[in-house]
């Protein structure tokens, strides 16, 4: 085989001919991706996307030119029979051939890696995230095999290397892109779109392009390559029947009985399959709350996405990614998720009015951008927003957070890390017919002033919101699934924490926001500094039993957001200036937690460290941690705004990691176990 091999790269290399073939596949995907229109640099974000869609299109005409000539030429010349003589199975043979023509498909994509570190160097953010683009090259590596093996298929048909070229190319189409076409076709029964896509090429291609190695993926390309080279291989045999497996696929039942093994296999992956996904941030990883909702549904869910048009490259990258994430939920139910992208200029069906109109009318927010067109400077309406329709109900989904605010590539970012728990909140409000229950405890100090105006009015829209004295209510409602605790200023009693106690024993669940200290950046308004000490809430005994310890510290971070500070000027006209104040962290949240999940920086305020203390049955998950460069101070402690005079010594700030937010889970044991 190996023979064989060489001598298929010999002779491709031996004329200008496979040298000239990689020059012009490389020539067209360099001028596509950085000279013609629409191409990397306009898109305004690090991105590798470009190629990876360009690329299989690109590949279509260079495979079969490539594998033309591999048997094609041996039957023109008459040194197939020659090849016969030689102590080679069959397979040998054809596998040699294939080897022989795949390595010089992946030595003209090799050299298209330098795009990675092109645009790596030319990005002025994070860059491209480097896993997602492994998955891509892997998905391509692939890709090439494919075509590989349908191009050795068609050059064993004929002596005619141009008639080998066109079934080749003709086929490699057909699969690529067929299914994928015959899928789109109006008047399909539901559901059946999706597993037609399935059988292309394309479907498996842009799964795992995205940075996502699924089995089932890998299974479908393997099967297609064994395929095609086992009707190369039979092609070959002439009829000659020989023992084993040559003879078997010699015969009908032979090819019968492989089909339902490729059938089974493929079968068999998509039931028992696994998954890695490579991208930076798992942003192709449901949750599992989301994926026990997507199994749940008893009805279909129909998702119209109105981010259809010329948009610029923040709202473009936005759009994919949606794309992306909705394909992913289909991937997890295709028989219930429906989903279509939809112009908000466009007509709604039998009627004369916008969908632009009816989104306004339902509360969308539209962003009024202005596009850049060939006939010159226009405005562009656009909404980003999905609209979910489930059964007689439907929900908006509001798909960019900053739309009242600045229009940036944070705000784009923030959007696509917010993706899955928009669309999870819309259809799981949606599918329920009863508001989950969400107390707000009041009784000790907790704000209710103009500080909580914001998460009370955000908690109402879905939740059954309500304040809860702990002081004068005698026990927790039943109706209660949440309890907050948010900053209390005042020591709790026994009784109070009896009932904490109980609320959580009987399943439920305890969000505390706790302030540890006495320390207010509002008593630095009148004096430039204040004393930090302890609250005495009287909660340490009940949490330390639950497996964590909130310190009477302050948590001083290099890492850390502005606070404003006179720097001059006089009492009726002071200047002004944003400094850095180590007393206000900045977090950055645990990567491999759900709750943190694609979450930015988290502000702090005077924040306390958190101890966790070893419990049967408990499961502690950090949630928040401070940088590398982080210190803890004792309290009693003398906070002044004269400390922002001097820089901060960088090597008091040598902790690292200290726990500041912890999520507690397992059976938890009352406090008030075995008392009287």
Not at 338 to 343: A, D, E, L, T
Not at 397 to 416: D, F, H, M, R
Not at 452 to 478: E, H, S
Not at 623 to 650: C, F, G, Q
Request: proline share 4%.
């Amino acid at each position: 085989m190996w023979s064989i091999c060489k001598k298929e790269l010999r002779q491709f290399f031996s004329s200008l001919t496979g040298y000239i073939a990689i020059i012009v596949f490389l020539l067209v995907n360099g001028l596509a991706l950085f000279v013609f229109e629409n191409n990397i640099l306009d898109f305004g974000y690090a991105t590798l996307d470009r190629f990876f869609q360009l690329a299989p299109w690109i590949l279509l005409l260079l495979i079969p030119a490539i594998t033309m000539r591999s048997f094609a030429e041996e039957f023109k010349t008459g040194t197939f029979e020659l090849l016969q003589t030689r102590p080679l199975t069959g397979w040998q043979i054809t596998n040699g051939k294939y080897l022989g023509s795949l390595i010089v498909v992946i030595i003209a994509l090799l050299p298209t890696i330098v795009y990675y570190f092109s645009i790596q160097a030319l990005s002025s953010n994070e860059g491209i995230d480097t896993g997602a683009t492994i998955g891509s090259y892997i998905g391509l590596f692939l890709l090439a095999g494919v075509f590989t093996a349908i191009g050795i298929c068609s050059s064993s048909f004929t002596s005619n290397a141009v008639v080998a070229f066109i079934i080749s190319l003709i086929a490699c189409a057909l699969l690529y892109y067929g299914f994928d076409a015959i899928s789109k076709l109006p008047g399909l029964p539901a559901g059946t779109d999706y597993y037609i896509g399935m059988l292309g090429i394309d479907f498996h291609y842009r799964s795992i392009s995205r940075g996502v190695i699924d089995t089932r993926d890998v299974i479908y390309f393997l099967s297609i390559i064994f395929l095609f080279l086992a009707i190369a291989n039979r092609n070959l045999s002439n009829g000659n029947t020989k023992a084993g497996a040559q003879k078997i696929l010699t015969s009908k039942f032979g090819w019968l009985v492989l089909l339902v093994v490729l059938a089974g296999v493929n079968f068999l992956a998509a039931i028992l399959h696994s998954r890695a996904d490579l991208t930076k941030e798992k942003r192709y990883t449901l949750s599992g709350a989301t994926k026990d909702l997507l199994a749940n549904l008893d009805g279909d869910v129909q998702i119209d996405v109105f981010l259809k048009g010329e948009f610029p490259a923040g709202f473009r990258k936005l759009a994919n990614s949606t794309d992306e994430f909705l394909q992913l939920l289909k991937d997890n139910n295709s028989s219930r998720i429906h989903y279509q992208f939809i112009s908000p200029q466009d007509m709604m069906p039998g009627t004369n009015v916008l969908y632009g109109d009816s989104l306004t009318a339902m509360g969308a927010v539209p962003i009024n951008l202005t596009v850049q067109k060939k006939e010159g400077q226009s405005s562009n309406i656009i909404f980003p927003v999905a609209v979910i329709h489930y059964k007689d109900k439907q929900s908006l989904v509001n798909l960019y957070p900053g739309a009242s605010g600045k229009i940036s590539q944070e705000e784009t970012n923030s959007a696509e890390a917010l993706m899955e728990y928009q669309f999870a909140k819309t259809l799981d409000k949606l599918t329920k017919d009863k508001k989950p229950g969400v107390g707000y405890a009041v009784g000790n100090g907790e704000p209710t002033d103009g500080r909580a105006y914001d998460l009370v009015q955000t908690l109402r829209q879905d939740y059954d919101f309500g304040m809860l004295n702990l002081r004068t209510q005698p026990v927790i409602p039943p109706g209660v699934d949440v309890l907050l605790i948010v900053k209390p200023t005042e020591q709790f009693s026994e009784d109070e924490k009896l009932k904490l106690d109980q609320f959580v024993m009987k399943g439920g669940k305890l969000f505390c926001f706790i302030d540890n200290l006495i320390a207010e950046q509002d008593s630095l308004s009148f004096k430039p500094q204040t004393i930090a000490f302890d609250r005495n809430l009287n909660l340490t005994d009940l949490l330390f039993r639950y497996g964590a310890r909130i310190n009477t510290d302050l948590v001083m971070d290099l890492q850390c957001d502005l606070i404003p500070l006179v720097v001059g000027g006089t009492m009726e006209n002071p200047q002004f200036d944003f400094l850095h104040w180590n007393y206000f962290p900045l977090f950055s949240p645990s990567s491999n937690q759900l709750l943190n999940k694609n979450l930015g920086y988290v502000a702090g305020r005077f924040v306390n460290s958190i101890d966790t203390i070893q419990v049967a049955g408990i499961k502690k998950s950090i949630l928040l941690a401070s940088s590398p460069n982080s210190r803890t101070i004792s309290t009693p402690a003398l906070i002044s705004l004269n400390e922002n005079k001097n820089v901060p010594e960088d090597a008091q700030f040598k902790q690292h990691d200290i726990p500041v937010a912890v999520l507690l889970q397992g059976q938890f044991t009352s406090l008030y176990k075995n008392r009287a």
